[in-house]
């Protein structure tokens, strides 16, 4: 006996598989991560991270110009200090002349009403000793502490021209307590990205040399075990509850689980965040002609989106958004 159902008729043509797709991407929820270096006289490439570079203001500058052009979303910087102006407690993403808030004011007065300027907010670009928070008496991480000087970032990075400001540190209370000391300044229209649901992973191996890490070990002791997703549904909620005003899991493709999970829950956007190492594979596997880097970027992508992300941060926002044109 022949089917008579027959799921393949809505594959048979192009047009059709367009006409009956469940999920599209949109340019308007793609947004670009960004490198902002200091102390360099021209951008500079990122060996892990072939097409991505470390750029001055100027490059930089030119950069938000294309992404607008493309259409995408936004774009979130992240500063790369001089060597000699990190020390412990991270004074240089704090002070209104270090390289993310220089940045930062110079991107947002010239594209400031045409996209939105998002602004990473952690200390580990700025520290020394590579970690996201400042460390106690024993070495280890002192939350209690990291928050202030989260809160003092925050001023400075809206001070700056931040719309938005991506809490990526994993402290317990960060948002909360950065909430309150942004409307305690006047500042109660900046948003709060949380970085809700970060696991410390492999995959962000060739971030760590596109910002010049300074890290020693691990940052198992804030980023949560890749074995828990009950865990990260819960962060999700404790953020929310704090005043996230977007959530955001991290990395994407190996957690879309989890990132399912939290967009069932959540009464707030979420985002996922595609990170260097999965861009670094697809690159790396299409350079040896093992993978069809089209497709795999296009695939991968579109996967994020259909387990519910609502936009994603990614090194191919800008190339994926013409694609889509
Ligand atoms: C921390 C931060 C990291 C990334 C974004 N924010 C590094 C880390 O947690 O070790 C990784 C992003 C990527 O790998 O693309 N400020």
Redesign the pocket.
């Known amino acids: 006996m022949s089917p008579t159902i027959r799921p393949r008729r809505l594959r048979r043509t192009p047009a059709l598989r367009r006409l009956v797709a469940e999920t599209r991407i949109h340019p308007s929820q793609l947004i670009l991560?960004m490198f902002v270096a200091d102390g360099i006289a021209e951008a500079r490439p990122i060996g892990s991270m072939p097409g991505v570079v470390q750029h001055t203001i100027d490059s930089a500058s030119h950069a938000v110009e294309e992404a607008i052009e493309a259409g995408i979303g936004g774009v979130m910087l992240?500063g790369v200090p001089r060597d000699e102006d990190k020390d412990a407690t991270g004074s240089a993403g704090i002070d209104p002349d270090g390289i993310l808030n220089r940045a930062t004011a110079a991107l947002d007065e010239r594209f400031g009403d045409d996209t939105v300027i998002q602004t990473?907010l952690?200390l580990?670009?700025f520290t020394d000793h590579g970690h996201?928070g400042v460390l106690d008496e024993w070495g280890g991480i002192d939350n209690d502490e990291t928050l202030e000087r989260y809160a003092e970032m925050a001023i400075a990075q809206v001070d700056a021209g931040s719309a938005m400001v991506?809490l990526?540190?994993m402290m317990d209370g960060q948002v909360a307590f950065v909430r309150d000391a942004l409307d305690d300044a006047g500042y109660e229209d900046a948003a709060i990205l949380a970085?809700a649901a970060?696991y410390a992973?492999a995959?962000?191996?060739?971030?760590?040399e596109?910002?010049g890490?300074s890290?020693q070990g691990d940052?198992r002791t804030y980023?949560q075990d890749p074995a828990n997703a009950r865990e990260g549904v819960r962060e999700a909620a404790l953020d929310e509850a704090e005043g996230a005003d977007v959530l955001m899991v991290?990395?994407a493709s190996f957690y879309l689980d989890v990132l399912r999970d939290v967009a069932d829950e959540a009464q707030v956007p979420v985002w996922a965040?595609q990170?260097?190492?999965e861009?670094a594979m697809v690159e790396a596997a299409a350079a040896n002609g093992w993978i069809d880097r089209e497709r795999a970027i296009a695939e991968s992508v579109t996967s994020i989106v259909r387990a519910g992300a609502d936009a994603v941060l990614t090194?191919w926002a800008v190339e994926l958004a013409r694609s889509l044109r």
């Open positions: 991560p992240f990473d952690c580990d670009e996201c991506g990526s540190g970085y970060k992973s995959l962000y191996g060739p971030f760590r596109a910002v890490s890290l940052r980023q991290k990395p965040y990170v260097s190492g861009y090194y």
